[in-house]
């Protein structure tokens, strides 16, 4: 589902941010060297996949100074309906996801929602890791276009 409106709140050295991106076509960023690009997309991921491409110590999602952090997206779906979904954790690791109003207890529900496939400079893993990290990839992409894959 296309994203019409995104919140960044308190993520990495965002402090707070709201972008209304295109949901028909393409979206451009550009920014200097050290300008929160990068943290914007990984935000995006976070939200559509529960953890980050880029750390997996949680604790350094949260900016500097700040006891959590929270992204809020509203999706507009097949029929142009907007759903808001919503994500939070604090620096104990307490982590809250909201889909239409709702509390999410599973990480797959929110997936469902906003399909992301990550190619970035370690994709060459593809190729060069074992199996096991390839069937990994490819059952990401098989759960996106077939639900009951989960």
């Given at each position: 589902?296309?994203?019409?409106?995104?919140?960044?709140?308190?993520?990495?050295?965002?402090?707070?941010?709201?972008?209304?991106p295109c949901t028909i076509g393409i979206?451009?960023?550009?920014?200097?060297?050290?300008?929160?690009?990068?943290?914007?997309?990984?935000?995006?991921?976070?939200?559509?996949?529960?953890?980050?491409?880029?750390?997996?110590?949680?604790?350094?999602?949260?900016?500097?100074?700040?006891?959590?952090?929270?992204?809020?997206?509203?999706?507009?779906?097949?029929?142009?309906?907007?759903?808001?979904?919503?994500?939070?954790?604090?620096?104990?690791?307490?982590?809250?996801?909201?889909?239409?109003?709702?509390?999410?207890?599973?990480?797959?529900?929110?997936?469902?929602?906003?399909?992301?496939?990550?190619?970035?400079?370690?994709?060459?893993?593809?190729?060069?890791?074992?199996?096991?990290?390839?069937?990994?990839?490819?059952?990401?992409?098989?759960?996106?276009?077939?639900?009951?894959?989960?």
């Amino acid at each position: 589902m296309p994203v019409s409106s995104l919140c960044i709140t308190d993520f990495r050295n965002l402090t707070k941010v709201e972008l209304s991106p295109c949901t028909i076509g393409i979206n451009v960023l550009y920014g200097k060297n050290g300008s929160g690009k990068t943290s914007l997309l990984e935000a995006i991921y976070y939200l559509g996949i529960g953890k980050s491409f880029r750390s997996s110590a949680m604790s350094r999602l949260i900016r500097h100074s700040s006891d959590k952090f929270s992204l809020f997206s509203r999706l507009v779906n097949d029929a142009d309906m907007q759903i808001p979904v919503g994500t939070e954790r604090d620096a104990q690791g307490k982590v809250k996801i909201r889909i239409a109003e709702k509390d999410v207890s599973t990480v797959s529900e929110l997936a469902s929602l906003l399909p992301i496939r990550l190619i970035n400079s370690q994709s060459h893993n593809l190729f060069e890791s074992g199996p096991n990290f390839r069937r990994q990839y490819l059952d990401w992409g098989l759960f996106y276009q077939e639900e009951s894959f989960l």
